[in-house]
T-cell receptor
């Protein structure tokens, strides 16, 4: 099956700093990638839909100025958590959609903000 | 996308079949039933999907009722590594008409020795 990678797999940062998470589709091109957030013992919640070459579409309640998404190529999307605070600590997961409209998920990035 | 209802948790003995039910009574004619699972601290893993016919692959079988209002995911011989949260999702599938995946609460399957 198609492979999606994320980097880093985990990150610890100080409050007020910014953190960038990368999502790559390794063996296919993805015009659309999705970013999810998952808090402990909860389900995945969609944050935004990222389309290559255009602005991301954010779900209600997700601050676009805090969670910056860039999808500059067909194999890479990045999520930057700006001015991170402890409440942003979470498991961030991306998925990439291939030409058959099937979605493949990355392994996730665990962010801890101190 | 149609909503789904799953039991929050289930236990299964190792080596036995695990049958995970899902209700999707408001499913539309062009919506597929997808199953994903998430092992602790990992991203979701695709298992299987179907429209109206039963499906089988190397991981599992999917049984969809004739009225399509419910389905059952069957893991024929559960192992300890199958312990995970299983998500049943219905969505329009195929081509460029697909939508994002909306995750509900899922079923936490615990496979016990």
């Amino acid at each position: 099956g198609a492979v999606v990678s994320q980097h880093p797999s985990w990150v610890i940062c100080k409050s007020g700093t910014s953190v960038k998470i990368e999502c790559r589709s390794l063996d296919f091109q993805a015009t659309t990638m999705f970013w999810y957030r998952q808090f402990p013992k909860q389900s995945l919640m969609l944050m935004a839909t990222s389309n290559e070459g255009s602005k991301a579409t954010y779900e209600q309640g997700v601050e676009k100025d805090k969670f910056l998404i860039n999808h500059a190529s067909l194999t890479l999307s990045t999520l930057t958590v700006t001015s991170a605070h402890p409440e942003d600590s979470s498991f961030y997961i991306c998925s990439a959609r291939d030409h058959r409209d099937e979605q493949f998920f990355g392994p996730g990035t665990r962010l801890t903000v101190l | 996308d149609a909503k789904t209802t799953q039991p929050p948790s289930m236990d299964c003995a190792e080596g036995r079949a695990a049958n995970l039910p899902c209700n999707h009574s408001t499913i539309s004619g062009n919506e597929y039933v997808y199953w994903y699972r998430q092992i602790h601290s990992q991203g979701p893993q695709y298992i299987i999907h179907g429209l109206k016919n039963n499906e089988t692959n190397e991981m599992a079988s999917l049984i969809i009722t004739e009225d399509r209002k419910s389905s059952t995911l069957i893991l024929p011989h559960a192992t300890l590594r199958d312990t995970a949260v299983y998500y049943c999702i219905v969505r329009v599938g195929g081509g460029n008409a697909g939508n994002m995946l909306t995750f509900g609460g899922g079923t936490r399957l615990m496979v016990k020795p």
